[in-house]
């Protein structure tokens, strides 16, 4: 008879997700389903809308990386209208962009990843949460991490006049632009900022780095997967956050393909199961083939470490220093230890804060054409941007009247959907042996896989004793045969 | 649990996040409901567990402050259980109070948002029938998934509300004040406002906020959407055509929209007084229309589609309406 | 059992309310369908009380001002005409048969006329059914 444990709830897309771990008679685990139980329908609503509404629709997608949705959206309608932008508008997108990836990865890394890493996997988990982690590095680094969520946040309000469910995108540009007082207020910030990013790789070489059961459960552990990856890149293929080339390199290397936006649906493709309502992308040349791993896979991952696997260099130079020092860590580029993501956010930081510096000396950056009034309206738009937690594609057609008639997403944290669920499964089925019954480490060990992948809800995490809300019941012969709390 | 400290749960429905992004942004506020409170269930937080709520007797909750609408039955059997176990329950956030966003599919039929997200779009598997259902067997497994309604609710409309605090989210600033509110009243410190009320905004109407300047009358003889022209930064925006729902619209988010060069779209709904946020919009442009004549008003209104998604952009839950009741 | 439209007509006082004084005044035989209120003037009609009739059970509303230029406060009737189009536009999104709500202008002479218009929208009221909103609604708080 089949036992059952099902872990719900856990914290994933729009909060709710939740993982059946089927064991076989002898109590190995036989099969694992990470369900998302939540559909919106954003797709079918933002029809009959005025496109030039959606930016400021889509945001409510996702409260924590709603910057991204904006993004995203505001190119797909700038496609819609003939792609016409002004070009100082780009470059305060990008800008603003850089501050919203560095205040998230922050608060996934500080609140979120540094607990299972300053205080251990298997550490008591009425400790291992940002207070814990405060206690143990000193009350100093807590109020370096709110002041520099803060001041990132600050500069996004700054430039695009709000952070929170952003408003600021226009077609053919954006609403407003950056004085020249504005940007001396922010000059500074910025500064700190990258002080804050080589702070924080620092702490990761004390702590991670320094610990070598870290570095072993890193390149050794089961958080690995042979699957390919996505990002975006520039024309060197180094990452590039807000605009480029998706490329696919496959996991030894070599490039599966590359693709601009608007080739995007002859590339990737989505499966249904009917057991869960999120979608299962994968590359569409290759087909469906089930989730398996393999050099053949059609499966890929959209992270933070799949963008570095996919670029050959940084944009910028400490950021290439970065990059460096942690892919011979790991023993090569590309790296399938899917840990190693942490990691690999912060070398993004670096990137992103010293492109914030290159645009705060740029002359042009607080000019005042900030907008082009569309001439045209051509009907369609395809605008792909990197969320901080995966490639995020929104495509748009309209009318002549530019009133939305269709819209596709995929979301960054979709594309990782499969890759979610193997490696679910295959840390579950390391970790739960045979007659031995799960306790409250195994838990949290199950956990950080799918917490590796920067699922989008995590980013909002500090300051909290926090850890996920776990319960695990064991049923046998169809009856409550133990309960497992994860207490306060 | 110590007994002197409030026993308080933050729970989310069909929501983005964005409201406990809010309430976090609070900073070093955080840790001062921290200090005065156990927080039993906050899933993007902490490690408090349905089972916790569900252990409670009724009342065991001070306060239970949930974010998010109504769209399917997990949603429901949370909001049921936060209010059973809660003496004072909040509606947080746009959604929880109006329906919000997500109550913008009530104007589709739930067939085709499955058929748009599974059956009929550029990327999905070709030939794809598979559709997410309520129960999969599989390999002898059964598997479970909450039903996704005919139509989104807002909170109020399955479960008996205390207060509400407006926005998409409340500004930090509104969701500290709110906060305050209600601890100050749960502990004695302070009145409790009246039930119902809206807690932590503005009396006032964003206008009276608003600092562009507006004219003796407003007179329009077309609109303009946000891109078809280069605005005037100082003067008020529906002067100049441009659609904004600041007059029927709640003020205390600092009016960063209008400030920003971008209309209002009356995420902290409905104005002090105001019953039909939409209604009142309704009758707020049409106000402002220069013509006394029905065919050239039919003309005018042309340069203005949409105004459905204007009018109940976060509220179409909340109006009178509801919904869509095509056959 | 032929279905009953139950119609509120909103009547401004000074020349439709008047007008449909007429007809009654003059024995003239029409349609009981519909409910009157008498407001001042038809710019006193708030979209809202449209609205609420529908959500109440109304099957349909019928709205009454003086002819454009005859309006008692020189211009309110124009308030009315400028909010109708956005008001049909938004009974269309939340799927109101147009038919279901309706505009005229009726002067305080137009006692006949006044007559025609109920039997006209009370035919066409009848053709739809009765209005879905109000079981729909209950419906759905009643159950998932």
């Not at chain 1, 620092?202 to 089961?222: E, S, T």
């Not at chain 1, 579950?428 to 917490?451: C, H, V, W």
Request: glycine share 8%; net charge negative; charged share 25%.
């Amino acid at each position: 008879m089949t036992t059952q444990i099902s872990i719900d709830p856990i914290t994933r897309l729009e909060g709710h997700g939740k993982i059946d771990i089927f064991l076989d008679d002898d109590g190995a685990v036989e099969d694992t389903f990470f369900q998302i139980p939540e559909l919106r329908g954003f797709e079918r609503f933002v029809v009959g809308r005025p496109i030039e509404e959606l930016p400021r629709i889509v945001t409510r997608i996702c409260g924590v990386c709603p910057a991204s949705h904006h993004m995203a959206s505001a190119k797909a309608v700038d496609g819609c209208f003939g792609g016409e932008v002004a070009p100082l508008a780009h470059k305060l997108r990008d800008m603003y962009y850089q501050a919203h990836f560095i205040h998230s990865h922050i608060a996934h890394f500080y609140a979120l990843a540094a607990p299972d890493f300053v205080l251990g996997p298997d550490a008591d988990p009425a400790t291992r949460n940002v207070l814990g982690v405060v206690h143990k590095v000193g009350l100093e680094i807590g109020g370096a991490v709110i002041g520099s969520r803060s001041k990132a946040q600050e500069i996004q309000r700054i430039i695009g006049g709000r952070n929170t469910q952003d408003i600021w995108c226009l077609p053919g540009g954006v609403a407003k632009g950056l004085k020249p007082e504005e940007l001396e207020q922010i000059r500074p910030w910025i500064d700190e900022l990258y002080d804050f990013t080589q702070f924080s790789l620092q702490l990761f070489r004390d702590v991670v780095l320094g610990n070598a059961g870290y570095v072993d459960l890193i390149v050794n552990g089961p958080y690995t997967l042979d699957v390919h990856n996505m990002g975006v890149v520039d024309e060197n293929n180094a990452p590039n956050f807000y605009d480029g080339t998706v490329r696919v390199v496959d996991y030894e290397g070599a490039e599966i393909c590359r693709y601009k936006a608007e080739e995007y649906a002859d590339f990737v493709a989505e499966h249904v199961e009917s057991w869960t309502y999120l979608k299962f992308p994968y590359l569409k040349k290759r087909g469906w083939n089930g989730f398996v791993e393999g050099i053949d896979t059609s499966l890929y991952c959209a992270t933070p470490l799949a963008r570095l696997n996919v670029a050959d260099r940084m944009a910028t130079p400490k950021a290439q220093e970065a990059f460096e020092e942690m892919f011979t860590t790991l023993g090569g580029h590309p790296s399938r230890a899917l840990l190693a993501n942490h990691w690999a956010r912060l070398v993004e930081m670096v990137q992103n804060a010293e492109t914030l510096k290159r645009y705060c000396d740029d002359p042009e950056i607080t000019g005042t054409e900030v907008r082009v009034v569309p001439q045209q309206v051509t009907g369609e738009g395809v605008g792909i941007v990197e969320a901080m937690r995966g490639t995020l594609t929104h495509h748009y057609t309209c009318d002549e009247r530019a009133i939305c008639t269709s819209a596709n997403l995929i979301v960054g944290t979709t594309n990782n959907n499969a890759p979610i669920q193997m490696v679910t499964k295959k840390v579950a089925s390391t970790l739960i042996k045979p007659g031995k019954e799960p306790d409250q480490g195994i838990l949290n060990m199950i956990e950080m896989a799918f917490r590796a992948f920067d699922p989008c809800y995590s980013c909002a995490t500090h300051s909290l004793p926090g850890q996920m809300p776990l319960q695990v019941d064991v049923f046998k012969g169809g009856g409550l045969y133990r309960e497992f709390r994860r207490c306060c | 649990m110590a007994d002197d400290k409030l026993q308080i749960a933050i729970y989310w429905g069909a929501a983005c996040g964005g409201c406990d992004v809010s309430i976090l942004d609070t900073d070093e506020f955080i840790l001062c409901i921290d200090a005065a409170a156990d927080i039993l269930l906050w899933p993007i937080a902490t490690d408090g567990k349905y089972k916790d709520i569900e252990a409670l007797a009724d009342g065991g909750l001070d306060v239970a402050i949930m974010s998010g609408a109504v769209r399917n039955s997990e949603n429901e059997r949370m909001a049921h259980l936060l209010r059973q176990k809660s003496k004072v329950f909040v509606a947080y956030g746009s959604c929880a109070y109006m329906g919000g966003i997500p109550s913008l599919a009530n104007l589709v039929p739930r067939e085709e948002i499955i058929a748009r997200a599974y059956l009929n779009n550029a990327s999905l598997e070709p030939g794809n029938t598979t559709v997410p259902r309520l129960r999969t067997s599989l390999n002898g497994y059964d598997l479970e998934l909450p039903e996704f309604y005919a139509r989104v609710y807002k909170l109020d409309q399955v479960v008996d509300v205390d207060y509400y605090v407006p926005g998409c989210p409340p500004q930090p600033g509104q969701a500290q004040a709110a906060i305050t509110a209600l601890v100050q009243a749960l502990t004695g410190q302070a009145e409790a406002p009246p039930k119902g009320s809206v807690v932590g905004a503005s009396e006032r109407a964003l206008c009276d906020d608003c600092k562009r300047t507006k004219a003796e009358e407003k007179k329009v003889k077309r609109f303009y959407r946000p891109w078809q022209i280069m605005q005037d930064p100082e003067a008020c925006l529906m002067e100049q055509g441009i659609l904004c729902a600041g007059s029927a619209t709640r003020s205390g988010c600092g009016v960063r929209c209008p400030d920003s060069g971008i209309p209002c779209r009356g995420c902290y709904g409905p104005a002090p007084g105001v019953v039909d946020q939409g209604a009142k919009l309704l009758s707020a442009v049409a106000s402002i229309i220069d013509s006394k004549d029905a065919d050239e008003i039919d003309e005018i209104l042309l340069t203005l589609p949409d105004f459905t998604s204007f009018a109940n952009r976060y509220s179409v839950a909340a109006s009178p309406l509801q919904r869509s009741h095509r056959r | 059992m032929t279905f009953q439209p139950k119609i509120v007509g909103f009547l401004c006082n000074w020349c439709s309310y008047t007008g449909a004084d007429l007809a009654g005044t003059s024995r003239i035989h029409y349609a009981p369908n519909v409910r009157i209120i008498r407001v001042m003037c038809s710019a006193r009609i708030d979209p809202t009380f449209v609205l609420k009739a529908l959500h109440d059970g109304a099957d349909g509303v019928l709205i009454c001002g003086c002819h454009p230029g005859d309006c008692h406060y020189s211009e309110g009737n124009y308030k009315m005409m400028r909010r109708y189009p956005l008001l049909k536009s938004l009974l269309a999104d939340y799927g109101i048969e147009q038919e279901r709500v309706r505009l005229e202008w009726v002067s305080a002479s137009e006692g006949q006329r006044f007559a025609d218009i109920v039997n006209d929208m009370t035919e066409r009221v009848r053709a739809l059914g009765p209005s879905p909103v109000k079981a729909a609604l209950e419906a759905d708080l009643a159950e998932r």
